[in-house]
């Protein structure tokens, strides 16, 4: 049987700010629930601490600096409206795997990972799309009075320019669910990348859940959220296809510092838009009833990059063959198989923030590089950037990392070092190019979406 797939994406959503992760303001009940009937991981990371570099990992099985969507074409950490650069049309995406495997596909929210035509989810194996080309706070401000408005999309037709961005959540869930109810028979493949609780100072809610909350606007928008995840899986319920449908919840990255309400990524330290826990090591939950044993707990390192080789495993096909993957096929860990360890433990993950490797986990430790110059999301010319020290944490049980223990471990820094080098030499890295790096896609002439449509 091939199982239906739900992979809904937060944005920006800490690694604190659910129940189940031990938020005291968040109301979180379905999700928590979805904890209680699947798999919870508390070793999950996103591979970039901004969004377009980790979706397209999760799209993609790979690394963002392999695919040359560690930054955009001038510099700076994520894709900006009308971009020239985009994901490469040649890449092979989860999407267009499980539609060659017989599947209906759907991205239903914020894309991010290019605004041209040959980068949009329709040419990336998506039959349907509804949503926002790139984040919900790149729109026309003081600062920036010439960015056009804000496009909400269905297909490559702009329908909306602007969309009242207090009703993005909710209408992505009603889409969505009538998404599920037209392809109740399947298989399906959909994609629900939310746009909160978003990059904007303040964040964005419905009336219905607005002043709910205790943490403000922001509380409010989690709680939206956890509403939408409730209602996507009523229905699955209600169309009897429950079972037959495996879902997972998660962030794109670590939440930010906002004020005066913000998320958290406690018990870890750090904030978003960098390469500490806080910003990469995000909630991820995991359903299918019956497949995943119920109320499990796990923590092995998993990233984002396994749900394309795991997804196609369980849609009848395979990862590609003729590139590098660089993630992996955790059934193994998702069915608690006996014995199952996280392939990452050997091989190693890597934390880039654009062209820098700053930092390498393995097990349990984590090795921060030091670094003459440390590139950060507020100082970008590495040359202007501040210099880091070497430091070793068991981020396993040290989750605050407030023991540095590197004296103490010579052999551990010594083989992470060792995995640092290798990932240079294949990855890349400030000022080196990598071996195993695919070029971005490219337009020359990038053109408004709203311009094109018309809008004004």
Known sequence: MKPNVIVMLMDNLGYGDLGCYGSKLHRTPNLDRMAQEGMRFTSYYSTSGVCTPSRASLMTGCYPRRLNLHEDGHGRCVLMPVANRGLNPSEITVARLMKAAGYSTACIGKWHMGDQSPFLPTRHGYDQFFGIPYSEDMVPSERMPNRPPLPLMRQETVIEAPPDRDYLTRRYTEAAIAYIREHRDG??????????????????????????SANGIYGDAVEELDWSAGEIMRTLKELGIDEKTLVVWTSDNGAVEHHPQQGTNAPLKGWGYNTSEGAQRVPCIARWPGKIPAGMVRDDLLTMMDILPTVARLGGT????????????????????????????????????????????????????????????????????????????????????????????PEVVKRLLSLAEKARADLGDWQREGAGQRPAGWVDNPTPRVMVQGLK
């Open 187 to 212: 298989p399906f493949f959909l994609y629900l990348p939310q746009a909160m609780p978003g990059s904007c100072d303040e964040p964005f809610a419905s009336p219905e859940f607005r002043g709910r």
């Open 318 to 409: 395979k990862a590609p063959a003729d590139r590098i993957i660089d993630g992996h096929d955790i059934r193994p860990i998702l069915f608690n198989a006996p014995g199952a360890v996280s392939p990452y433990d050997d091989q190693g993950f890597f934390y880039y923030h654009m062209h820098q490797l700053q930092a390498v986990r393995s097990g349990c430790w984590k090795l921060y590089l030091p670094l003459e110059h440390k590139v950060s999301f507020l100082a970008g010319d590495p040359l202007r950037a501040p210099s880091s020290t070497l430091e070793l944490y068991d981020v396993r049980n040290d989750l605050g990392e407030t023991r540095e223990v590197s004296k103490q471990h």
